[in-house]
């Protein structure tokens, strides 16, 4: 580990867990629960360690609530994306448009990502996307928290913007689409209720929801056969 700062619970009184705060150690570490000699998947403390590992004996436990899920490339959520092979990508969830969780790098062939510590409440919009700065590798999904307890088995869809829940026009009031109140590269912005869809990108009403904007909707230029730029599905 070098050229790096670790933060720890309390160095001066010999308490050397990282601390929740930590940027170098986390998820910077190397997942030896296959390794040929001496795998193992628990730190010193017996807590399940979590990919990506962090460096050192101790894995920092989050408090709040775990969303997880798969990252697909076609609408029927039936094509998992090959981050392994294809390149790996970054997944994080925005609550009410706040970052919130740990983010999370998807580093296998199946697409899956689980995104701990995320703190939400009943009625929250959440945003979970694909954070690249490759237009062709964003994806959002859009649906509003129940609770504030674990989701699982969600679906972020590459290419698409996709509404998994009955919105109203006041819960897209606003959002920005980069660094503003998203925190990172989101294919759409939502500005007084109208909502405009990054070009390149399909907005994807999933079965039996709705959505009812407060302005216009604006997608990209006419799809045609055998791309998504522009279609409303």
Request: aromatic letters at 6%; charged letters at 10%.
């Amino acid at each position: 580990l070098q050229n790096k700062t670790v933060t720890f619970v309390d160095a001066a009184n010999w308490d050397y867990h990282l601390a929740t705060s930590d940027t170098g150690a986390t998820g910077a570490g190397t997942d030896l629960s296959s390794d040929t000699y001496y795998p193992f998947t628990t730190d010193a403390d017996g807590n399940t360690r979590t990919v990506p590992w962090d460096i050192g004996a101790d894995e920092t436990v989050s408090s709040g609530a775990t969303i997880s899920g798969v990252i697909y490339t076609n609408d029927a959520a039936s094509t998992p994306y090959t981050c392994a092979s294809s390149g790996n990508v970054t997944v994080k969830v925005a609550v009410a448009g706040t970052l919130s969780g740990t983010p999370v790098a998807c580093t296998a062939d199946s697409g899956v990502f689980s995104i701990t510590g995320v703190t939400m409440a009943t009625g929250n919009v959440l945003t979970m996307f694909i954070d690249s700065a490759t237009s062709a590798n964003q994806g959002v999904v859009i649906l509003k928290a129940t609770g504030s307890g674990n989701i699982s088995s969600q679906q972020v869809i590459k290419g698409r913007v996709t509404i998994m829940d009955n919105l109203a026009t006041t819960d897209l009031a606003n959002y920005d689409a980069d660094t503003g109140t998203g925190g990172g590269n989101v294919p759409f912005t939502a500005n007084a209720g109208a909502l405009s869809v990054t070009a390149g990108h399909e907005l994807l009403i999933w079965a039996g929801k709705t959505y009812t904007p407060g302005g216009t909707v604006t997608t990209g230029p006419s799809s045609t056969g055998g791309t998504i730029n522009g279609d409303v599905v």
